[in-house]
């Protein structure tokens, strides 16, 4: 089955713990994108990648990095998470610039 | 700057009703046109997008949206509405090179039996 798929899905942290949520995507797409959704804000562009080893920032990019070592998989990595970083990730991918999103379940993190 | 604008962040309609939801861009040039819906809970799902050609784009579960270039806008319809439609509904713009998807504020749409 064609899909994307985030995790963990849930995770409650602490402030200054370092964690990482993966990505990873079945269908050999070059573009991926990390997205966090915050109530009445819909949804803003972290970082995007259009290949392997190229990434970009997107609209809300400090606090967090990225990886793209492989096509398949696009890391998003928390150094040190803050309370201001409590939100709903989606992690998406698609096969070209001009070509609609897919998207995984979402990781749902709480920063204490 | 890029943006797009929901002006309508919730709508509430009877089961049955007709519904519209708008949808307002702003691009340099005319964008790709996406309408995404997400139910409680869950991740996004794509409703129907426009790129070019034919200004009235059908989607699934009998929606549809019209492209208006002189109104800047991008309205989602749907001729009767069911109770399992409610949800929350993002339209969202890329521009022509494609890197950017910017998604407006969402509109929740709740519907009265």
């Known amino acids: 089955e064609a899909q994307v798929t985030q995790n963990p899905r849930y995770l409650i942290t602490v402030t200054g713990k370092k964690l990482t949520v993966t990505c990873s995507q079945n269908?050999?797409?070059?573009?991926m994108s990390w997205y966090r959704q915050d109530p009445g804000l819909g949804l803003r562009q972290i970082y995007y990648s259009m290949n392997v080893e190229v990434t970009d920032k997107g609209d809300v990019p400090e606090g967090y990095k990225v990886s793209r070592k492989e096509k398949r998989n696009f890391p998003l990595i928390l150094e040190s998470p803050s309370p201001n970083q409590t939100s709903l990730y989606f992690c998406?991918?698609?096969?070209?610039?001009?070509?609609?999103?897919?998207f995984g379940p979402g990781t749902r993190l709480t920063v204490l | 700057a890029q943006s797009v604008t929901q002006p309508d962040i919730h709508i509430t309609v009877s089961e049955g009703a007709s519904l519209e939801l708008r949808c307002n861009y702003s691009y340099g040039a005319t964008p790709y046109l996406f309408w995404y819906v997400q139910s409680p809970g869950q991740g996004l799902q794509l409703l129907l997008k426009y790129f070019s050609g034919d200004t009235l784009v059908q989607g699934i579960k009998g929606f549809e949206a019209e492209f208006k270039r002189s109104q800047s806008s991008f309205n989602l319809r749907k001729p009767s509405v069911h109770w399992s439609d409610a949800a929350e509904y993002f339209c969202a713009a890329t521009g022509s090179y494609g890197n950017k998807l910017v998604f407006g504020a969402g509109t929740i749409l709740r519907v009265k039996s």
């Open positions: 269908m050999n797409h070059e573009y």
């Open positions: 998406a991918s698609r096969p070209g610039p001009r070509n609609e999103q897919f």
